[in-house]
């Protein structure tokens, strides 16, 4: 299986177009994919989507003519579709899941494949590593069937069904009382046509931006990152709007600018919106989290006297307490958020609405929300991260030492070690930092959080120099 170039990450299998993202790479994965869910089911059906990526379109028809010869029903969107969408889509319609062409947030050069289960959330661990087994064991890509007509599926519509859940789950009322005026960045993904979509339908003064397909993404990979959103905190500053909204490559991520032009830290608006819906949907429900996510989300937790669960990084854990329907909010740091009733997915196009519906209800910017809820909980949260590229030698000496037990750090005390997901290290003074090792590329992840964004940076510079010793 080593040869195999078929490997799934935390969020589906992602490879440089035209190197390992090739044609016959494709055919094996989704061949794979074919008998792994006619193992569980005699007739199954799977739903296929693409992003606005190069070429996504002929890599969504080729896989729907490889399901259709390994005796797999198929259902083709109908353009380039969000991933929350495709995975509201398996639940209303009972599907066996997906196949979804998107390589998210990454550069242009890259593509990817999520496959979702039946039950719309990401698939677990047991299940790629069943589909890469199934894809190793494949013989040459021309022993696959593939010579069949691409035409003669059916083709659906995932917006209509999929916006209107939407209304469903946010009060756009508050929205119109308000008299709201936001910018959307599309950043040339697959949010184009749905969350600008559903604020004009709605009545809400919207201006959407970067909406065209542009499969270079301005030479930048479609991430709603700080850094990527400079053109819509001018916007926003500009127009006078009261907040910016932002969705990545397959809008599964969210991006936001406050009304002052700052951007707002993905850690901070999930507190911010596990706070308020609790608060206006009285929903006494805990919030799930990742290790790597900030505290804030057990401090609103301990507040409300609701439980906190922590799960290694990966949305797919998180969708776990989705379905059992034990969390009102289930988020992790990079962006992605959903909540009780919804998907076991990541929906960047809900966490924007929701941002906006907190925007209108409280009429406040959302700094001025952060600081109250600061204030609620007794203490700030300022969490960072980095990303350290290691040469291998330094990578691999790290990986002995985060086996270790370390009993102080930057000069504090270690309180506890926690080893969910690498190695987390709780200071006395409530203070965290995280090392986690990608398992694709030369990196070590760091994660750090203080109760000043000072003492927060310390930390990373007390790490870095740790690693470089």
């Known amino acids: 299986m080593s040869g195999s170039p078929i490997h799934f990450g935390t969020s589906g299998w992602r490879a440089l177009i035209a190197d390992d993202f090739t044609f016959a790479n494709v055919r094996l994965a989704v061949a794979a994919i074919a008998g792994h869910v006619r193992a569980r089911t005699a007739s199954p059906t799977l739903i296929v989507g693409h992003d606005t990526r190069f070429m996504a379109e002929a890599f969504a028809a080729e896989a729907a003519q490889v399901l259709r010869a390994h005796g797999v029903g198929v259902l083709l969107c109908q353009g380039a579709a969000p991933t929350p969408a495709i995975a509201y889509e398996i639940l209303r319609r009972h599907a066996d899941g997906a196949v979804n062409f998107t390589a998210s947030h990454n550069p242009a050069e890259y593509q990817g494949l999520k496959f979702s289960a039946a039950d ?49 789950l946010v009060r756009f009322a508050v929205l119109r009382e ?8 599309l ?58 909204l932002a ?43 990742s290790v790597a996510t900030s505290h ?28 059992q329907d ?25 966490a924007c609405l929701l941002a906006a519906e907190m925007v209108a209800a409280r009429r406040a910017p959302l700094r001025k929300q ?12 300022w969490p960072v991260r980095e990303n350290l590229h290691l040469r291998p030698e330094v990578q691999a000496r790290i990986v002995a030492e985060l086996r270790k037990d370390r009993r102080d750090f930057a000069g504090h005390r270690v309180a506890k070690l926690d080893r969910t ?29 203080a109760a000043t964004p000072q003492a927060s940076q310390r930390l990373t510079s007390a790490t870095r120099e740790w690693i470089e010793s």
């Open 296 to 323: 804030l989300l057990d401090a609103v937790a301990q507040h409300h006297r609701l439980p906190l669960y922590q799960t290694p990084v990966g949305f797919k854990f998180i969708g776990e307490y989705i379905k």
């Open 178 to 185: 308000a008299k709201l005026k936001i910018v959307c960045d």
């Open 326 to 350: 034990k969390i009102a909010v289930g988020g992790e740091e990079s962006a992605g958020m959903t909540i009780r009733g919804h998907v076991p997915e990541k929906d960047g196009i809900l």
């Open 187 to 244: 950043l040339h993904g697959c949010g184009a046509g749905y969350l600008d979509r559903v604020l004009s339908d709605e009545g809400i003064a919207v201006t959407a931006t970067r909406a065209g397909r542009d499969v270079l993404f301005d030479g930048h990979g479609p991430d709603p990152s700080e850094e990527n959103l400079l053109p819509l905190s001018k916007s926003v500053r500009e127009s006078g709007a009261h907040v910016g």
């Open 120 to 168: 719309g959330g990401p698939a677990l661990p047991e299940v790629t590593r069943d589909i890469e087994a199934r894809a190793a064991a494949l013989d040459a890509p021309a022993a696959l069937s593939h010579g069949e007509s691409r035409n003669g599926f059916e083709h659906i519509d995932v917006r209509g069904p999929y916006l209107a859940r939407l209304r469903e």
């Open 421 to 449: 997901d690498g190695l987390k290290m709780i200071l006395d003074d409530e203070s965290w930092v995280l090392l986690r090792l990608s398992g694709t590329e030369p990196v070590m992840r760091v994660y750090a959080e």
């Open 370 to 381: 952060l600081a109250d809820l600061f204030r609620k909980v007794g203490r700030e949260y």
């Open 247 to 289: 969705t990545d490559g397959d809008a599964d991520r969210f991006g936001i600018i406050d009304a002052d032009g700052s951007f707002l830290s993905p850690n901070h608006l999930l507190a911010l919106v596990y706070d308020y819906l609790v608060e206006t949907r009285g929903w006494r429900l805990g919030v799930a989290r």
